[in-house]
Nanobody
Framework: QVQLVESGGGLVQAGGSLRLSCTAS????????MGWYRQAPGKERELVAN???????RYLDSVKGRFTISRDNSKNTVYLQMNTLKPEDTAVYYC???????????????WGQGTQVTVSS
């Protein structure tokens, strides 16, 4: 099993910045994808950004150029630097880990508890 611990959420004004972090522990597969999803009230959960252990990244179109995902493989930690935040970024952000190495957890999603990000106008 993989446990994910998130931090960095909070309340900021529009145009401000936050950095989310998520540290994975447990039975971590060396090849994996970690990232962030978000869910706003009344909306479906959506992928914000993720990053492969090899470095490839993927972003939600609306956050491209504003958010940057990175990871420290030695610490099993993924970061989401969120700049130029907008009120529409307000949501609960969930860390995600998906193992891609051969094994019983291949393709299985693990989730953090979520951290609230609120952007005021």
């Amino acid at each position: 099993q993989v446990q994910l611990v998130e931090s960095g959420g909070g309340l900021v004004q529009a145009g401000g910045s936050l950095r989310l972090s998520c540290t994975a522990s447990g039975s971590i597969l060396s090849i994996n994808v970690m990232g962030w999803y978000r869910q706003a009230p009344g909306k479906e959960r959506e992928l914000v950004a993720n990053i492969h252990s090899g470095g490839w990244t993927r972003y939600l179109d609306s956050v491209k150029g504003r958010f940057t995902i990175s990871r420290d493989n030695s610490k099993n930690t993924v970061y989401l630097q969120m700049n130029t935040l907008k009120p529409e970024d307000t949501a609960v952000y969930y860390c995600n880990h998906r193992g891609l190495s051969p094994g019983p957890d291949y393709g299985y999603d693990y989730w953090g508890q979520g951290t609230q990000v609120t952007v005021s106008s």
